[in-house]
Structure formats: structure tokens, C-alpha cells
């Protein structure tokens, strides 16, 4: 008898305990947007950051090849150009800063809890602060710290790590989150949420030994964004997707590792529910581009890696009854200089100094590429390698200014003379599309 009330006892706790979950999941959200409804907000975007903890470098001849042999990021700068725009920030009190992944070198825990440290310093101003991984941030192998002449591996971050320290960047507001990814729905005002889309991959990592690029939306993330598609409909609320991985091919030349796999799905779903902008990295180059499904136009902007000259950042603007409007902005790093009383002729003059820095970058790269295919006469491979230089910074930075003169540059005819090759089909892309603006886009209220 005893047994039998036990066993209806037990049975009635768990109803009970399923009644109260069915109630808990089909609750509405938490929905508390700092900014009310027909009122402007503005949104500040940076990406692939790269920070690197200055723990973790001695400046030494391990960290010097790593930056040689990089991609022209000015990590040997990076303390200064992050602190320099968490300044700007400060001071100029956008609404929300959004930072779409890469947010570390190579995801050192250490370099991920001192970021998350400055966001909390933003966030005390009372600008609202969300982020998402890129495929450097989680689970990286590759998480090293530089001594004399050696790497040596520091520790990494796991996903539920990554939500623990930046739990007040998007993680303690989200309105709802992704069981499967580190997705989330945000709310920073009525009229305008976010929609941050994990895409990295990072699960396999460990296993493969290298951090996955390629980025990937599963079915199951699929039918969550939906989810999240609905609810903002329900209150009306015009949704800004961010992710880190592109959205769209932001060249005919380079998409794989960079564009979502998913990226023909995402595009019809966002297109069909007349989401208008989505806001990625990755590539590390300035592009906007468009495609149009379902009769409604989608925009992809590739922001820039703050890493790297001009170290610029995105700025979206959204009016109340007229819009989206975007464009970038640099970081004041020379003032920042002059505040904490800097003697570093290179922070003094950082414009100057990280123009150069990325312009010898690019020359001595294709200059020492060009002498490998042993090809070419000297004379033909520096003039070759100038025009590589300008190409690129018209590339990187999105201001076109710098392909005025390419086509009459010698070094330009002689890269026209080389049949199928690659960086012929660089160059030409690049020169092709000179007259395209990838600095600034306005979408009109639809």
C-alpha cells in the first residue's frame, strides 16, 4: 500500500514538473528593448579584431616571423588600435556596438577575458554590447603565446565558455537562444533586433588539429531563425542579421572557407521574410554586395578586419520611417596617442604608419612570390609588385581612390601579359570594379 501512494506520489510530482516546463517553453520571451518604438538607432560593427593578450608575445623573434609570414594584420599594434576604438566608442555613445566574430588571434582564453573586460568598461556607458564567434575564437588549437623564439600552446576556450565570459554581451539579454550554436535573438530597441547567427564550425577542431573556416548553418539552426523570424514579426520589429562568416561571394575568386555552405537556403529565407541586411567579416576586405530573391533585395556587407589598415569599423544608422544606412569610420588611434601621452612616433602618426606597414606588406609578399616562379626579370617584378601594392589597398580598404592611376602603371601591362593566372584574375577583378562603392549603402524603409 505504502509502495502504491509512493509510486502516485512520484507520478503526480512528474506531471506536475512536465506541466510546469510545457508552461515555462510556451511562455513569451522576455522582451525589454532599451530603446523605445519610432526612435533612431545607431549601430556600431567591428570585426576580426584579432586581439592578442600582450601576456602572450615578448615582441621577440617568434612573434616577429609570425607577423612576417601573416596576412598584414598589425598585431604588434593591437593593444593600442582595440583600446583606441573602445575610446572612440566611449566617447562618440552609439547605441549598440556589435562585434561579428575573430574577436581574438587564435581564441587564448586570456586575450578573450580581457576583451570581454573592455566590453564591460563599454557597456558602463550605457551602450549595449553583442558578439559572436568566429572560426578563430572556439575550441582553436592554434591558441599560442609567442617566447624568444618558440610557440608555445595556452589555453583555449570551449562554446560554453565563450557565453560565460561574455554573458553581458548578448548573452544575459538574448530574447532566445540556439540549443545547438551560440546564436541568439537580441532586442536593443523596438523597432530594430538583431539576429546573431553563429556559423563557425569549431566541434571537430581538436580532432583535425586546425580551426575549421568554412561556415556552416545546420537544419536545426534553420528552424530556429525561423523561430526567431516569427516572434519579431509578432511584435513588428525589423530584423539585422550578423554573422561571421559572408553571406554572400564577396569574389568570384575566393568564396570557399568564406561563404556560408548555406548560403543559397539563408538567402531565400531572409529574402522571403524581407530581412534586408545582413553584416559579416571574415574575408577581411571592404564589399558590399546584393542578390535578390522573392522579388526583395539582401545586402551582405563585409566589414573589414579591424586588424588592418585603415582600421575602420562600420557604422548602421536606422531612421524611424525611412531606413537603413551604412558606412565606415576609422579609429582614432593618433588621439588616443596624444591621451595617454604616448612617445611612439608610430601611434603619434598611425595613419601614416599602418598605410605603409600594410603597403610593404603587400609588396614584399608579391615581390617575394613573383621571385619564386623565377619568371620574370627583376625590373618587371617590382614594377609587378607596386601595382599588386595599390590593387590591394584598393581591395582591403574599399576606397577605389587607390586604382586611379593603376591602369597606366607599367607594372600593370606586364601582369596583363601573364595568361591565366591567378592573380592576373585578381587584378583585373579588382581594377574591373573600380566604380563600385563598398563604403557606403542606404536601404530605404520597405
Known sequence: MKKTALVCITLLSLNL?????LTDQSAKPNISPKITKNNPLTIYQ??????????????KKAFKTYLATGDG???NY???????????VKAQKPDVLVLSGDITNNGEKVSHQEMAKKLADIEKSGIQTFVIPGNHDVLNPYARKFEEGKQLKVEDITPDEFASIYHHSG?????????????YLAAPSEDVWLLMVDTADYENNKRFGAPETNGYISTQTFAWIQKCIDLAKEYDAELVTVTHHNLLDHSELLTKGFTIVQNKEAVSLFAKNDIALNLSGHVHIQDIRSETAHDRTIYDIATSSMAMYPQQYGVVRYTPNQGLAYETQRIDVEKYA????????????????SKAYFGQFSYTKALSDLFQEGKYAPDDVEEMAKTMEQVNFAYFTGDKRFLN???????????QKVDSEFMTQYIDY???????????LKIPKR
Open 405 to 415: 592611376n593603376v591602369e597606366k602603371m607599367q607594372g600593370y601591362a606586364l601582369w
Open 46 to 59: 567591428a570585426t576580426d579584431i584579432h586581439y592578442l593578450s600582450n601576456t602572450l608575445t615578448d615582441g
Open 338 to 353: 596624444r591621451k595617454i601621452n604616448s612617445k611612439d612616433p608610430n601611434l603619434l602618426h598611425f595613419q601614416q604608419y
Open 78 to 88: 593591437i593593444t593600442e588600435i582595440t583600446d583606441a576604438f573602445v575610446d572612440d
Open 73 to 75: 594584420k598589425q598585431q
Open 430 to 440: 579588382i581594377v574591373t570594379n573600380k566604380s563600385k562603392n563598398d563604403l557606403t
Open 17 to 21: 514538473t512536465a506541466c510546469a516546463q
Open 171 to 183: 548573452y544575459d539579454e538574448a530574447v532566445m537562444r540556439d540549443d545547438s550554436t551560440l546564436s
